[in-house]
């Protein structure tokens, strides 16, 4: 049974769509003033508005929130920079192999040929502002919610080899040879993330459901993200490029009129965006509970500012608050590099989903697990690490 | 689809021309909407949300009403006497198809093969198991401009973009030739656009095989090849006809056409429907570990609800070994 269950969990694992599990981090700017962007007047539309379209990618890679050795800093150095690529360039990433037959050992089969390693940034951080380019402080319910979900999390890890074996996953936790009664409850909040459960499709992570892709976007280990923008007079519609075939379209509305009711929530939530200048400003809001950024949720409030600064760069500045999780706004900044329209690298159809073996695979392989320890032909399901999926992610030292 | 033929077509490009002139100095403004330019780069500016009012994905072909895409015998032995199958019954009226004359140009009838007639007539069988509007997958070139939802034609100058309600799906029309073509086939096609006077026609091709027309399960294989062609009739309408070729499917290239309406209400706007979380419980739920479904009750009666396993699906496959 030990073997058929890894078998399956390898097929699982190998097909779930893992995006989600190294989002965010991974994607960085090139290296361009902290303050207002310059935008380039000259770049216009035949009806006369400033000309965002195109389609656009982040080229480099920089720390989503700034490592502590950094400081202050804003930038590093072009000796850091080039002491980061090389450092980079040498690691085997999730290349790596631990313990053949492990159960982490096959959760590496998603390895390094899915990701993209782009050059480092001359930014230490996407995040910049606050000025120490960390996100900011939680609130005291925002802490006390994200402590009862690893609380949860953690209960359903309790008798793994994961937890026996002290893996970082496992930290705050301890192991416990006997299942927790935790299993049969619902997640505190509606899950979002991997868990160790898979008695419903709900115990899935958005990306094992195909679910994940959301704004704000700052693209994956997987291949980054691209997003095309085409404008008409009075009219902005993007395409997202993200994660493995999760992508998604934004169509802006820009009439003026206010946000939708409250009680239309999306899960790329209602974008209204206007000219400030030659800035394209979009305010987001009426998400869906469903959905997770960092543990907010239907209260996210985005304000994007989009501005062309060259032939080639498009400036992306995103201020991103929600007072029930973090105790002040905080602003991230991209600068895009325009990409060949005639290549047309961008792909557009959500295929994640028309084509997610893994997502049953993980459930069906929950209830054989079942049956063969019903039969006393296998070990009890609880003791099945079919969550942690982080070989060589650990060692980036853009984390 | 008498109306929409080729003759009192040309009437009405002709009416459409001549309002046109007159309205070519003006610009639209819908309350509520920004204003929008009756022409984009001098091209008719087909930019806005937009809908089809008809019943082509039920059933491109000519059809009268019937109680259900899918039907089981009833007490009689005619095709006419045919009841609800138990996926569906409980549906009611609602489950009920709508007549519709068709848009299938000429004798309304899409010029199968034999072989491809047959998988027709099996796809109608099998609908529940085979139709992917079902569970939500990418609905291809050209379902997804009739399916019952909204979609936001974008106009720039060297492309249209189109944004489409149903599964979060796009298409981007691209007005240079040359523009590299995806390296897979791919469910929406790769759209290749000119302008021919006002009328905008679009080459589409690179199609997979797993798209299908409409819920009646009309088919094609990735020979698909389809000329669009849009004309805007009226500032709120636009005649849309699809010429479409696929020798493994068709004896004869086949046409179809309709109109297009522009949503006209001044809060338009195109909402979400991110249909993969609706068909998960379709999908995937017999591998809950408690069934929500295993069976329907009211108190009248009780269906047993069967998800057949499709047939050749790969995944079942493996794990039927």
């Not at chain 1, 008409?232 to 206010?258: C, E, H, L, W």
């Not at chain 2, 007539?121 to 009739?146: F, H, L, S």
């Not at chain 2, 709120?236 to 006809?241: A, L, T």
Request: contains cysteine.
């Amino acid at each position: 049974m030990r073997t058929r269950t890894i078998g399956f969990m390898g097929g699982a694992i190998m097909l779930a769509v893992a995006a989600s599990l190294f989002t965010i981090t991974q994607t960085g700017v090139a290296g361009q003033t902290a303050t207002g962007a310059q935008a380039d007047s000259s770049i216009r539309t035949p009806w006369g508005e400033p000309d965002l379209q195109g389609i656009w990618t982040d080229e480099f890679d920089a720390p989503f929130e700034r490592p502590e050795r950094f400081g202050d800093r804003a930038f590093m150095t072009a000796e850091e920079q080039a002491g980061l690529d090389e450092q980079r360039a040498g690691l085997l990433s999730r290349d790596r192999r631990v313990e053949r037959g492990t159960e982490l050992d096959v959760a590496g089969a998603y390895n390094a040929v899915f990701l993209s390693f782009k050059r480092t940034s001359r930014r230490t951080s996407l995040i910049v502002d606050p000025p120490n380019g960390r996100i900011p402080e939680l609130t005291p319910e925002a802490q006390a919610r994200a402590a009862e979900d690893r609380e949860f999390r953690l209960a359903l890890l309790r008798s793994t080899d994961t937890c026996k074996n002290g893996s970082v996953a496992c930290r705050g936790g301890e192991y416990n040879p006997e299942p927790s009664p935790r299993r049969a409850e619902p997640a505190p909040r509606y899950n979002t993330g991997r868990m160790n459960r898979h008695d419903n499709p709900e115990d899935g992570s958005g990306g094992d459901r195909c679910l994940s892709g959301q704004i704000a976007e700052f693209g994956t280990a997987f291949g980054g993200s691209f997003r095309r923008i085409v404008q008409t007079a009075g009219g902005v519609s993007m395409y997202y490029d993200v994660g493995q075939g999760q992508g998604f379209q934004r169509n802006i509305v820009m009439n003026g009129s206010p946000h939708l009711p409250d009680s239309i929530r999306q899960w790329w939530g209602d974008s209204r965006g206007h000219w400030e200048g030659d800035t394209l400003v979009i305010d987001v809001t009426n998400f869906s509970p469903k959905r997770d950024f960092r543990g907010s949720r239907e209260n996210l409030h985005l304000v994007e500012r989009w501005t062309r600064t060259g032939s080639e760069s498009l400036e992306y500045e995103v201020t991103i608050d929600d007072p029930t999780v973090w105790v002040q706004p905080w602003t991230v900044k991209q600068e895009f590099r325009k990409q060949s329209d005639q290549e047309n690298r961008i792909y557009y159809e959500p295929r994640c989903y028309d084509g997610n073996y893994g997502f049953p695979s993980l459930l069906l392989a929950a209830r054989l697990a079942e049956q063969m320890y019903a039969e006393g032909k296998g070990p009890h399901p609880a003791t099945n690490d079919n969550a942690t999926d982080f070989v060589g992610v650990e060692d980036n030292p853009l984390r | 689809m008498r109306h929409l033929n080729s003759n009192s077509l040309i009437g009405v490009v002709v009416v459409a021309a001549v309002v046109g002139g007159i309205l070519s100095a003006s610009v639209s403004r819908m309350a509520g909407q920004a204003t929008r330019p009756d022409r984009i780069d001098g091209r008719p500016n087909l930019s806005g949300i937009w809908q089809v009012n008809n019943e082509a994905n039920w059933d491109l072909e000519a059809h009268a009403a019937r109680p259900a895409m899918i039907t089981q015998p009833g007490v009689y032995p005619y095709a006419y006497t045919r009841l609800p199958a138990p996926p569906v019954v409980a549906l009611g009226a609602v489950g009920a198809v709508p007549g519709s004359l068709g848009v299938v140009q000429g004798d309304g009838q899409i010029p199968y093969t034999p072989e491809a007639l047959a998988r027709k007539q099996e796809n109608v069988e099998n609908w529940v198991d085979r139709d992917p509007e079902i569970r939500c997958y990418v609905p291809g070139i050209p379902r997804a401009m009739y399916m019952p939802y909204p979609y936001e034609i974008t106009q720039s100058t060297n492309q249209i973009h189109m944004a489409f309600a149903f599964s979060s799906t796009a298409r981007t029309i691209h007005m240079d030739d040359g523009v590299a073509k995806p390296p897979d086939y791919t469910y929406m096609g790769h759209s290749v656009g000119r302008w021919e006077g006002d009328t905008l026609v679009v080459d589409v091709t690179n199609f997979n095989v797993t798209g299908w027309f409409d819920r009646a399960g009309n088919h094609h294989s990735e020979a698909l090849h389809l000329e669009e062609r849009f004309t805007l009739v009226t500032p709120n309408v636009i005649n849309y006809e699809v010429t479409l070729e696929d020798p493994n499917t068709f004896t004869r290239p086949w046409r179809i056409a309709m109109p297009l309406y522009r949503r006209v209400e001044s809060n338009m706007q195109l909402l979400e429907f991110r249909c993969q979380e609706f068909a998960e419980e379709f999908m995937y739920g017999h591998l809950r570990k408690e069934p929500l479904v295993s069976h329907w009750e009211s108190a009248t009666m009780e269906i047993d609800i069967t998800r057949k396993i499709p047939e050749g699906d790969a995944f079942y496959d493996w794990y039927s070994r």
